[in-house]
């Protein structure tokens, strides 16, 4: 592996939520490495992109050797995205990591597609970025930049799209043709599923970290009092350390504010209830408009367990009144789900393309 690159940890995912992907047993050895050259009997197998403004996760999946058995994970990658070199700088690592990729492919292997979970305003039926702050990504036609470079189809997707199909079809959504994922992270955004299919709205479905009160803390978006520059777990982390004077070392995001929280600070209790009484009321605000039945919670914050899924449930509670209150379930991928949702991209597009495989 090149510095900077680290091996992806996949989560360990139990039944009857486990994924349809493993690990391979073993990496493929340098004399195996390659193309794998056109013909019958190969296995096919896709490149997934997980795209962030820091680093981009990827993955070489191969399809299972029979028709009941999951998909395979043969290599798995993360490299920096250089985002502060510039958008030319980011794009051409993710072109140089599906190469890195394909170069090691094992031999009776031929990859068939890629697919890209990408962060910002994506319009996944133009295929184009419409805008990716952290990346500087404006109007990028990306899916055509990746099949122009490789030959090959491109599933194309929303991060947290991308993130809900993978949850939808392999995670905690399955069965359930209608249902939400939330990913609360450094920002909070929605997957909205409805009979079975991700909801895109030309780009900005799903957005429920912006709008809020204006006069309120400055958001990114250009808006102000955003929900999520206080209740996303980057902005409990922020809102704590304005309060208080912390440092960053001392509190880097909202693992630390919920130890403060249960060790009895008043401030980080505040800060705490005030964020997951937020959450509440947008999710509240989605099964008023949807009738949801199901969500699933996902990103960062997922990770308090009951200490955030507990008090959830009760604010979304408090905020209905004649509609029934929704399931809420932690997601089961982790912080695979983009790229768990990238190969489901890759492998829809594959299927569909007339593309001959190269």
């Keep these: 592996m090149r510095p900077g690159e680290e091996q992806v940890a996949f989560p360990a995912v139990q039944e009857p939520a486990s994924p349809s992907l493993h690990r391979s047993s073993s990496s493929p050895s340098p004399s195996s490495r390659g193309r794998a050259a056109a013909g019958a009997g190969l296995r096919p197998a896709v490149i997934a992109l997980d795209v962030g403004g820091t680093d981009i996760k990827s993955a070489l999946v191969a399809r299972g050797e029979h028709p009941d058995a999951r998909d395979e994970i043969l290599v798995e990658r993360v490299a920096p995205t250089r985002a502060a070199e510039g958008p030319e700088a980011s794009v051409a690592v993710v072109l140089a990591e599906i190469e890195a990729l394909r170069a090691e492919v094992p031999e009776g292997h031929q990859v068939r597609g890629v697919g890209l979970a990408v962060p910002g305003v994506v319009d996944e039926d133009a295929g184009v970025v419409r805008n990716a702050e952290n990346l500087d990504w404006v109007d990028l036609p990306l899916r055509q930049v990746v099949a122009d470079a490789t030959g090959l189809p491109v599933g194309f997707g929303h991060d947290v799209r991308a993130g809900g199909l993978a949850e939808a079809r392999l995670g905690a959504g399955r069965g359930e043709p209608d249902h939400a994922y939330v990913s609360v992270g450094t920002g909070i955004a929605a997957a909205i599923v409805l009979r079975g299919e991700v909801y895109a709205g030309r780009g900005f479905a799903g957005e429920l970290g912006h709008g809020g009160v204006r006069g309120g803390t400055s958001c990114p978006c250009g808006g102000s009092g955003c929900a999520e520059t206080?209740?996303?777990?980057?902005?409990?982390?922020?809102?704590?350390?304005?309060?208080?004077?912390?440092?960053?070392?001392?509190?880097?995001?909202?693992?630390?504010?919920?130890?403060?929280?249960?060790?009895?600070?008043?401030?980080?209790?505040?800060?705490?209830?005030r964020a997951v009484d937020r959450l509440g009321e947008l999710v509240a605000a989605m099964v008023r408009v949807l009738a949801l039945p199901v969500v699933v919670i996902g990103g960062g914050l997922v990770r308090a367990g009951d200490d955030l899924m507990v008090p959830l449930d009760a604010a979304v509670r408090s905020y209905l009144t004649i509609h029934p209150a929704p399931r809420l379930v932690p997601a089961v991928l982790g912080s695979a789900a983009g790229t768990y949702g990238a190969t489901v991209l890759a492998w829809d597009a594959v299927s569909t393309s007339d593309l001959e495989p190269m």
């Design 230 to 273: 206080y209740a996303s777990a980057a902005g409990m982390a922020r809102s704590y350390r304005e309060l208080t004077g912390a440092s960053a070392h001392e509190v880097p995001g909202s693992a630390e504010v919920l130890v403060r929280a249960k060790a009895g600070d008043a401030v980080a209790r505040e800060v705490w209830d």
